[in-house]
């Protein structure tokens, strides 16, 4: 079984604070994604990763950075947390680059942001 | 500019019923769409797909159609289980550049199975 886990599954920080979010996959996977999600808007991709240090922007990359120094791991950076960053973070991974390949996701980070 | 949408926030159904979510999407280059179902508290789980050249694909209880004139999808579920009450995301596939893909998702539908 593909597991996907990430560090927390709560946390406040206050705003102005720097926040990470660690992600680990157990399954070499090559593809690793961040997403969040807010009510009534879905999931949205921040950012991904196709291979070590690599990474892509995705639709709303701003206010996030992201780093991959290991295959198995992808954090999420929040430089300096602000209130409109409260919201669920999600972490996914999948082991091909096709446009059938399923991704697996972790349980999911809840951020709040005071 | 949302490019898979999912109009009904909620679906209510009497358990052994049918239940018919949708999803219309505006990118004709989308070559493959997924649906995931989601649990509170948990991250979404795939639940079952269909390829662009295709226009049904059946796991079980659920079923996919794609109707790619119209840029819609639908996933049935018969016959439908208290259990199946979730939020189900449909998701669709592009190519990102190279040899990648990446989805996008639509906002989900809260589906409620009554007993």
């Known amino acids: 079984d593909v597991k996907v886990t990430q560090s927390s599954r709560y946390l406040v920080k206050r705003t102005g604070e720097k926040v990470f979010l660690e992600c680990v996959q157990d399954?070499?996977?090559?593809?690793m994604f961040w997403y969040r999600q807010d009510p009534g808007l879905g999931l949205r991709l921040i950012y991904f990763s196709y291979d070590v240090k690599m990474k892509e922007k995705g639709d709303i990359p701003e206010g996030y950075s992201v780093s991959r120094e290991k295959k198995e791991r992808f954090s999420l950076i929040l430089e300096s947390a602000s209130t409109n960053q409260t919201s669920m973070y999600l972490c996914?991974?999948?082991?091909?680059?096709?446009?059938?390949?399923?991704?697996?996701f972790g349980p999911g980070t809840r951020l709040t942001v005071t | 500019d949302q490019q898979v949408k999912q109009n009904s926030p909620s679906l209510s159904v009497q358990e052994g019923r049918i239940s018919i979510l949708n999803c219309d999407y505006t990118n004709s280059m989308f070559d493959y769409f997924l649906w995931y179902k989601k649990y509170p508290a948990e991250g979404p789980t795939f639940l079952i797909s269909?390829?662009?050249?295709?226009d049904k694909n059946e796991d079980g209880r659920f079923t996919v159609f794609l109707n790619k004139s119209a840029k819609h999808l639908s996933l049935h579920i018969v016959p439908s289980q208290p259990g199946d009450s979730a939020v189900y995301f449909c998701?669709?596939?592009?190519?990102?550049?190279?040899?990648?893909?990446?989805?996008?998702f639509g906002k989900g539908t809260l589906l409620t199975v009554n007993p």
């Open positions: 996914a991974s999948s082991l091909l680059t096709g446009a059938q390949d399923e991704q697996y």
């Open positions: 269909i390829s662009s050249i295709k």
């Open positions: 399954m070499d996977h090559e593809n």
């Open positions: 998701a669709a596939s592009e190519w990102s550049g190279g040899s990648n893909y990446k989805l996008t």
